[in-house]
């Protein structure tokens, strides 16, 4: 079955970066749209970025645009996630998702890995 596994996340300062990956298996990764979002405490899910399936097409949250950057590398079945310029309000849980903005499935999240924004 799909399975998607977050890692990088962890603690760093406001204006730090951070390097979320995605290691997918379970499916043929090459093929899919693929989506990051983020959950914080007591707050909605929310979409964060999503790449389509050669990584040509690339779109954001105006909240997080401009500071981050969603990659791809299908040779090695993984999904980036570069954070840059990083904000207390950026503080939430990371998950991977297959598919894009309008077709990621929510239900398929792993784990995720929790990024913290704090001085």
């Known amino acids: 079955e799909v399975q998607l596994v977050e890692s990088g996340g962890g603690l760093v300062q406001p204006g730090g970066s951070l390097r979320l990956s995605c290691a997918a298996s379970?499916?043929?990764?090459?093929?899919?749209?693929m989506s990051w979002v983020r959950q914080a405490p007591g707050k909605g899910r929310e979409w964060v970025s999503g790449?389509?399936?050669?990584?040509?097409?690339?779109s954001y949250a105006d909240s997080v645009k401009g500071r981050f950057t969603i990659s791809r590398d299908n040779a090695k079945n993984t999904l980036y996630l570069q954070m840059s310029s990083l904000k207390p309000e950026d503080t939430a849980v990371y998950h991977c998702?297959?598919?894009?903005?309008?077709?990621?499935?929510?239900?398929?999240w792993g784990q995720g890995t929790q990024v913290t924004v704090s001085s």
């Open positions: 998702a297959k598919g894009g903005r309008w077709t990621y499935d929510p239900d398929s």
């Open positions: 379970g499916f043929t990764f090459s093929l899919y749209s």
């Open positions: 790449i389509d399936s050669g990584g040509g097409s690339i």
